[in-house]
């Protein structure tokens, strides 16, 4: 018998807490506060605080005993989360880890066959759902075939299908080019009127949601931290929250200064480059462009244009579709052009490539040895990769989880990771795809200022970014890549 999701969720925390298995500290500790049916919360807090925990604690997907320990109760509707599966839609912060079918239609459907929609209501469902995120392509486009941001607004319209009473949010707009992020935020507005549920979303970047939501809870290390309407939380609390690193309406970190002057040899250039994700289907032709040492180059465009793809491709990960990717002689050092003919000791020095989703690079049991892997390789002596580990922990705020495995960590903590790791190796050119995903204003503005002395000191970094607020802070040229959203 298919249950009844039907109706906006109560929500109750009650001295909760979980911490993961293979970490000391505990995620969240002593979290207490009831949520009214029919409410729309906005959840901050810095990176690393426990938001994203909170919102696999209400969806029932943090695991057993076995996984790790929790303490008092997270209630809905007066039964435990754990309990009442299905009765939430979870979004997650990594869409990629949301994608089940190899097709769009399939995908978006699957939550609702699992809930035992009747077949006749899935279909129109699916459609409406798809229309309503923007997402425009066939029931039968491959999944695979998608670009970060369409597959974010895939997830988006799969959870939106499922009609649920409790609607989680984890950075739903963080991979989403500025129309997108509108259009998203319109689509959950329009859902919660035909529709009403319960809405609890966690971003950093908050403005776009203040209008429609109607409390902000922060939470801290000492559980909730601020509690209320959101103009009294960001007004009465605005500047102790800024200075714990929570993004607050009008309160911009400091930019670093401009860049020193350089000569700007190019190093990487590109000429009537095609890009693909999935062979003999390009998604970006016709592009020709230089990145010069000393220099950030901001490559920017609606999502599905081909950033990511082309990102790769100018760091020798996937083949050109048609054109070419050539290094200089300086970066080459003695190798032939063409990156994508490099083995990949080769590109550790000359090309750091760090990917959209974090956990497609993590390979080590701990956060130092994965920043020790790249020196590894290279065969460089302990001691000195020692010293790489202990200066970029301290400076990205991960020298706290130097022991923890790297896939417990909050998704602004992997970002920072994965930034970190790249540039343990000391490589030329750096190729950041999405640098500042996920993190609260003070990481934010410490990733900044890093990328900016590695940019002073010669380094050329490529970033695809919808964040514009970052290349304007690295005075960055732009490159914009056409395409359909």
């Not at 995908?107 to 923007?134: Q, S």
């Not at 670093?256 to 350089?262: R, V």
Request: aromatic content about 4%; charged content about 20%; some cysteine.
């Amino acid at each position: 018998m298919r249950p009844d999701h039907t109706g906006p969720a109560a929500i109750e925390a009650r001295g909760w807490g979980w911490r993961h298995a293979s970490r000391l500290a505990w995620a969240l500790r002593d979290v207490s506060f009831r949520i009214d049916p029919g409410e729309r919360v906005l959840v901050l807090g810095a990176s690393g605080a426990g938001k994203s925990t909170l919102l696999h604690g209400l969806a029932g997907v943090l695991g057993g005993d076995e996984e790790g320990e929790s303490e008092g109760e997270l209630l809905i509707d007066g039964a435990p989360a754990s309990a009442t599966r299905g009765r939430a839609g979870l979004v997650l912060q990594d869409p990629d880890s949301q994608v089940i079918l190899a097709r769009a239609g399939d995908d978006v459907a699957f939550g609702c066959e699992n809930l035992g929609v009747p077949r006749a209501e899935i279909w129109p469902r699916v459609t409406a759902a798809l229309d309503a995120v923007g997402l425009d392509v066939p029931l039968d486009h491959p999944t695979k075939a998608l670009s970060g941001g369409q597959k974010q607004r895939l997830a988006l319209a799969g959870m939106l299908a499922m009609q649920p009473g409790l609607v989680l949010l984890d950075e739903p707009t963080a991979n989403l080019d500025p129309a997108g992020v509108i259009e998203v935020r319109d689509a959950v507005e329009r859902m919660l009127q035909r529709q009403p549920a319960t809405l609890i979303v966690v971003e950093h970047r908050l403005d776009v949601w203040l209008p429609l939501i109607t409390r902000v809870i922060v939470v801290g290390a000492g559980g909730v931290v601020a509690d209320g309407a959101p103009d009294e939380v960001l007004g009465a609390e605005g500047a102790r929250l800024a200075a714990d690193g929570v993004w607050v309406p009008g309160r911009l970190p400091v930019a670093p200064p401009a860049p020193l002057a350089w000569s700007g040899e190019t190093v990487l250039s590109a000429r009537g480059l095609a890009v693909a994700r999935v062979k003999g289907r390009a998604v970006a032709s016709g592009i020709d462009l230089d990145v010069h040492e000393g220099q950030v180059l901001a490559i920017t465009g609606p999502n599905g244009a081909g950033k990511s793809t082309l990102g790769l491709t100018l760091a020798g990960l996937l083949p050109p579709a048609d054109g070419e990717v050539s290094a200089s002689a300086s970066l080459a050092g003695g190798l032939v052009a063409a990156p994508i003919r490099w083995a990949s000791r080769d590109l550790l020095t000359r090309i750091g490539m760090v990917f959209q989703e974090p956990e497609h690079q993590l390979l080590a049991k701990t956060v130092r040895d994965e920043l020790a892997v790249g020196p590894r390789a290279l065969g460089i002596a302990e001691d000195e990769i020692a010293a790489r580990s202990d200066e970029l922990l301290a400076r990205l705020r991960l020298d706290r989880l130097a022991a923890a495995n790297p896939y417990t960590l909050s998704g602004g903590e992997k970002r920072r990771l994965t930034v970190a790791a790249a540039i343990a190796t000391r490589p030329r050119v750096l190729v950041l795809d999405e640098p500042t995903f996920g993190q609260d204003a003070r990481t934010w503005a410490e990733l900044v200022a890093m990328l900016a002395v590695l940019r002073d000191e010669g380094s050329a970094i490529v970033t695809i970014t919808h964040d514009l607020d970052v290349a304007r802070a690295l005075h960055a040229e732009r490159f914009e890549l056409g395409g359909t959203a």
